[in-house]
Every structure is written in structure tokens, then in C-alpha cells.
């Protein structure tokens, strides 16, 4: 057996020089991806869409606002009284409906729109018991329900678009999950995507422009909405 002896001394060594470009190499690629997902990062999160609480907002904010609502240039989506069957508090009537709290912040909400002006405005349920009673609360009649109002699924920001007529607002009693889905298509980021019991999420839709949000309103903050003066 011929047995082949290997010198070394003779074999190419990394040396310390080599190691340290390598090194430095590494240190250089690690840095740049960061750079890039920082700046990414930095674009999406300074561009995504943010939702303002129409209730804290200035003077002028309300006028436009007013003024929006009076050229039927606005979709309105509210979700739901608290649900009966998710909390501790009495029931209005059907465990799948809402509680008599609940049914008292509909009222409320109510009562707001009804300070607005419905002339020019269309309201439409989800089939559901609790946002049915949230819409006949609201609205003080019955409302008509439509199946798509519930479907919260990727599809229900085109739905809602196409449901939206010139020149009359609209509102949609409908569920978290839909307006969730709404605003993701909006861009909100997920830590703004939270709609609360009665929280209405207010979407300027006038035909000419992409759609806008203008902010939320928690059925607390009607009041501050409709009831101050609107002269800027």
C-alpha cells in the first residue's frame, strides 16, 4: 500500500488578513440587509393609514366633516351593541341579541345621526339578531338586512363601494370582522384595526377620489361631534 505523505508547510493557509476582509465582508452584507428592511419598514409604517377619533378632532375637522355628510359623500359602518351572549349584563331580549346597555349605546348613536340629518342617507343591516336590533335602535324603524353586510370576508371592501350611490350616505350595521377587513384594505395598520361595541368608522366615498378615511367615534363622543358649534 503506497502510503502518500502531505507537507503542510506547503498547503495555502487562510491568512489573518483574508479572515478579517471575510469578516469585515459579513459585518458589511448583515448591515445593508438591515438598512434595507429598516428603510422598509420605516416607508410602510410612516405611510400606512392612521384613524383619528372624529370626537377629539378641532373645530375644523367637525366642519368638514359636517360638510361631507351633507353632500351624501360618506359610508358610515358600525358595528354592533354589545352581544348578549358575551357578556354578564341583562339582555334586551333574545340571548343572540344585545344588552340593555348595549341597546342604550345604540340610542345613543342614534340619536347623533338623527342630529346629522338622515335626508340623503341609506341604512343597511347585517342579518344577524344583535346587529339588527343595533339598526332598528339606531335607526327607529325597521331596517332592511342584507346578507353581504355580514360577509367579512376579503370581497366586502368592493361590496361596500359598489353599494355606495352619489350623493346619499351609508350606513352598515355589520360586525368587527368586516370592518377589520375593511380598513386592512385601507392600510390601517393592525394595532388601529379595533372597532369597539357601537364604534362607528367613518370612510369618505364621493365618486371622484379614492376613498379616505376620516376617522372613528365611539358612541360616547356623538355628542362632541353634533352639538358643538361648526363655524371654524
Known sequence: MVHTLINDAILPRKSFWTSSVNNR????????????????????????????????TGNQAK???????????LVVMIRHA????????????????ITKNGAKAALAVGTGLQQLGLQHTRIIASPLTRTQQTA???SARAVPAQDWVSDCKSGFKDAVLANKKPQENLVLITHSGCIDQFERKMGVRSADRNSEYTQAFFVQVDGRHAPKILG?????????????PLNP
Open 63 to 73: 366642519v368638514e366633516f359636517s360638510r361631507r355628510w351633507a353632500q351624501g359623500d
Open 25 to 56: 465582508s459579513r459585518v458589511r452584507l448583515a448591515s445593508s440587509v438591515a438598512t434595507v428592511a429598516l428603510v422598509a419598514f420605516s416607508g410602510w409604517f410612516f405611510t400606512s393609514t392612521s384613524v383619528v377619533d372624529l370626537g377629539m
Open 216 to 228: 372613528s367615534l365611539d358612541s360616547a363622543h356623538w355628542q362632541n361631534l353634533t352639538t358643538e
Open 82 to 97: 354589545e352581544r348578549c351572549d358575551r357578556s354578564g349584563n341583562p339582555c334586551m331580549a333574545s340571548p343572540d341579541g
Open 136 to 138: 332598528d335602535l339606531i
